[in-house]
């Protein structure tokens, strides 16, 4: 390998990096959090219910926008769907809160359950956001998330490269990569074949 | 500490995180755009009987009952129970295969068909994988332990490699560069 393209090499692995750094500890962290959910009691929830009498105008987007931006209800929709008794339900979430409003045409009301999530809870959430949808914020996020696992695949490809460079006869080096290699891909092969 | 013993942390640890760190690479994209990669051609059929109880078994008791006879591997979805006449259907399934199992309650016939999810499921599976799938072998319930070990080294990976890059190669611009993705993931998970 030229001296130049090793530098090149390097330094896409040092930049491949970055996004990871600034990741990588809440996502380690946040999996301690989920995995061990009982010691933190990371689903926990406190939940408060407010009702609120609506006029009985029609139902449009913009009458939804303009009410949740008067009761502070922000956040991405994760779900809408309708009762039997025909009430509109719609549920917002972000990491720190999450929104179920019900709005009663028949009743013209509206009522709106909010579940906080403690700190665990809200390492969880931000550890299962994800995708392009909802405002800008959950967009940028999204863009972050792709550029984290590109580089993740280009940290470990790059590393490999510059191992094979400036460590190539180094045994223990090698019996790493094999037992890595092995163990993974046996692994992988179970679950295909069993 | 020597640069030389700094350098072969960070390249033993890399090197023991590699295949976790490109199967976790792809399956955070395949996550964020919500893509469907299990397979679900049937390739192979069977069948055979099994001796079980039924009558005195709930319906989740019963497929794992059927599921142990048949020594096969797998979680049993409760959602995917389904009664039709004298049959229970209920599905079998782990990362890298679902069984759709028909048992007739009378005969204690089972007749299942097998459908592989396909290299790139697995491979997507292995960010969630922790081991503790019923009737796993110890070589899948190691994974448990190679995550942790994995995740631990990757980290000393990185911090090591960012320690190596101050220390000795510093350039302002790749400070900058840090500097602008902490505080951008930091500020995007106060905004959401």
């Given at each position: 390998m030229k001296p130049s393209t090793y530098n090149i090499v390097r330094k896409i692995h040092l930049y491949a990096s970055f996004p990871i750094v600034a990741l990588l500890l809440m996502f380690v962290i946040s999996s301690y959090f989920m995995i061990h959910y009982e010691w933190f009691n990371t689903y926990e929830r406190d939940e408060e219910v407010v009702q609120i009498e609506v006029s009985g105008d029609q139902v449009s987007e913009e009458n939804w926008a303009n009410f949740l931006s008067e009761n502070g209800i922000s956040g991405k929709l994760t779900n809408e769907r309708e009762s039997p008794e025909g009430d509109i339900i719609r549920e917002y979430a972000r990491a720190s809160k999450e929104h179920q409003v019900t709005l009663s045409v028949q009743n013209n009301q509206v009522e709106i359950i909010t579940y906080k999530t403690n700190i665990a809870g809200f390492m969880a959430e931000i550890h299962r956001i994800r995708g392009y949808s909802g405002p800008w914020q959950y967009q940028v996020y999204a863009v972050l998330l792709d550029i984290v696992g590109i580089s993740l695949i280009v940290f470990a490809i790059t590393g490999a490269i510059l191992w094979l460079k400036l460590l190539k006869n180094d045994v223990f080096a090698w019996a790493i990569f094999a037992a890595g290699l092995i163990y993974v891909g046996v692994v992988m092969l179970y679950l295909m074949i069993v | 500490m020597k640069k030389s013993l700094l350098i072969k942390i960070h390249l033993y640890c890399g090197l023991f995180t590699l295949f976790y760190l490109v199967a976790f690479g792809f399956s955070s994209i395949v996550l964020n755009h919500n893509l469907e990669l299990e397979k679900t051609t049937i390739s192979d059929r069977w069948e055979t009987v099994v001796k079980v109880?039924?009558?005195?078994?709930?319906d989740r008791q019963l497929a794992e009952a059927i599921r142990d006879k048949l020594d096969l591997m797998g979680w049993t979805p409760f959602w995917l129970f389904k009664h039709e006449a004298q049959d229970f259907h209920f599905t079998i399934t782990h990362p890298g295969r679902n069984y759709h199992v028909d048992f007739?309650?009378?005969?204690g016939v089972v007749q299942v068909a097998e459908a592989p999810k396909g290299f790139l499921a697995v491979l997507n599976s292995l960010h969630f994988l922790?081991?503790?799938?019923?009737?796993?072998?110890l070589l899948l319930r190691s994974w448990a332990i190679y995550q942790w070990l994995a995740l631990f080294t990757m980290l000393i990976s990185l911090f090591v490699g960012i320690w190596l890059w101050y220390k000795y190669r510093y350039r302002t611009q790749e400070g900058v560069v840090l500097g602008a993705f902490l505080a951008l993931s930091l500020l995007l998970m106060l905004l959401i």
């Open positions: - | 109880n039924s009558e005195e078994l709930e007739n309650q009378l005969t922790n081991g503790h799938i019923p009737n796993a072998p």
